[in-house]
């Protein structure tokens, strides 16, 4: 068994600009005519993150839990000087060009789902407006049940336990939300109306079989 180490690789594109010297000269051809050498489009603008660098950083930091300013020294450490900030930026603007188009498309596959189940647990973020380091956010997961041809899941972040939060990602559900928890009596009836589902007792606990 061998390992290959990582490297980064600089590439330099240069895009050719051709411009016809007869064109716009005459009645023949009485315009500019102008030629752009095609060049890949880039990941994001007056950037040099690359969809391979973009697409590492961000599963080193949310996949093997690699924060940015260690991803910092590694990259300087190969001879890179990628500041965290920059990094940061880079995974921001992604999400929204990229990523955020595509959650939003599951979103509304999910809302199309017959059952849907969610849960919440708790979520600690530091230097949130309006919040003390040491108070509870929550991450909420959303998923299709195994009734459905392709799975969806989604996370949804809110900064309390609301079940409001669940009620407006799912205001357009058609069928039947599932809490993955067993909630309080009240608060479970507090759902499931929300919902406009029927709420006697044996229906509430057939949703947990």
């Known amino acids: 068994m061998e390992y290959i180490p ?10 050719y600009v051709y411009k016809c010297t007869e064109c716009g000269k005459n009645d023949v051809n009485p315009y500019d005519s102008i030629y752009c050498a095609p060049v ?11 969809p391979s660098i973009t697409a590492w950083i961000m599963y080193q930091k949310y996949m093997m839990s690699v924060p940015l300013y260690r991803q910092e020294k590694d ?15 880079w ?3 992604s999400t929204e060009y990229w990523l955020k188009p595509l959650y939003e498309k599951m979103h509304e596959q ?3 789902c017959s059952i849907i189940m969610s849960d919440e647990t708790t979520w600690q973020v530091n230097k949130e407006k309006g919040k003390k380091a040491s108070s509870n956010s929550y991450i909420w997961i959303h998923r299709s049940g195994n009734c459905e041809s392709l799975p969806v899941i989604l996370y949804q972040y809110t ?7 669940a009620k407006n990602f799912l205001s357009s559900l058609k ?20 919902y ?3 709420t006697y007792e044996d229906t509430i606990w057939k949703l947990f079989l």
């Open 159 to 165: 900064r309390s336990r609301s079940g409001e939060h």
């Open 196 to 198: 406009a589902l029927v």
């Open 6 to 15: 990582a490297k980064l690789i600089i590439k330099d594109y240069v895009q």
């Open 110 to 112: 999910l809302l199309k």
């Open 40 to 50: 890949p489009a880039p990941v994001l603008t007056h950037s040099v993150a690359s």
């Open 75 to 89: 990259f300087r450490r190969m001879g890179a000087e990628l500041k965290r900030d920059m990094m940061a930026n």
């Open 175 to 194: 069928g039947i939300m599932s809490p993955m928890h067993m909630l309080d009596m009240k608060r479970l009836k507090e759902l499931l109306d929300a």
């Open 91 to 93: 995974i921001i603007r």
